[in-house]
């Protein structure tokens, strides 16, 4: 199995790096290039689920530390 490691980044999106793919609810693979992207964690994205960097203006907070 490849190694695919996801972070949450703090008071941002979830980064993800590795050999993976993401697919939608009709399980379409999503095109992304290259193995790492970032993930929409504070629903303000207009690129979801990519991360857009809204989560800035919004003022997004989440802890990201592992319990």
Same mark, same amino acid.
């Given at each position: 199995? *490849?190694?695919?490691?996801?972070?949450?980044? *703090? #008071?941002? %999106?979830?980064?993800? &790096?590795?050999?993976?793919?993401?697919?939608?609810? &009709?399980? #379409?693979?999503?095109?992304? /290039?290259g193995?790492?992207?970032?993930?929409?964690?504070?629903?303000? /994205? /207009?690129?979801?689920?990519?991360?857009?960097?809204?989560?800035? %203006? *919004?003022?997004?907070?989440?802890? /990201?530390?592992a319990?």
């Amino acid at each position: 199995m *490849a190694d695919v490691t996801i972070t949450p980044r *703090a #008071n941002g %999106p979830l980064m993800v &790096q590795g050999d993976f793919k993401i697919v939608d609810a &009709q399980g #379409n693979e999503y095109s992304v /290039s290259g193995d790492v992207v970032t993930l929409c964690r504070c629903g303000e /994205s /207009s690129e979801k689920p990519f991360c857009d960097g809204s989560h800035r %203006p *919004a003022g997004f907070e989440a802890s /990201s530390e592992a319990r």
